[in-house]
């Protein structure tokens, strides 16, 4: 089933692969900072899969990436 979010869960998913490429890291890489399995990593940036992300986590993840949170919510 598709939600209403689906745009946005993919775009998160790409700004999170585009600030970790960026850091050099790869997806085990954010995985072990983050606390969280490579798949979940993976299932979060695929643009096909909608995986849903606590605030938690997603705080998390803009931190170990150093980039403010809302730089990974932007469309």
Do not use: C, W
Request: hydrophobic residues 40%; aromatic residues 6%; glycine residues 6%.
């Amino acid at each position: 089933m598709r939600s209403e979010y689906t745009e946005r869960f993919r775009n998160l998913g790409l700004q999170i692969a585009r600030y970790r490429k960026q850091k050099g890291l790869t997806q085990m890489d954010l995985a072990k900072k983050a606390g969280i399995s490579r798949t979940h990593i993976s299932n979060i940036e695929a643009a096909g899969i909608e995986k849903g992300i606590s605030l938690e986590l997603l705080f998390h993840i803009a931190d170990i990436l150093e980039v403010p949170v809302e730089k990974l919510l932007r469309d």
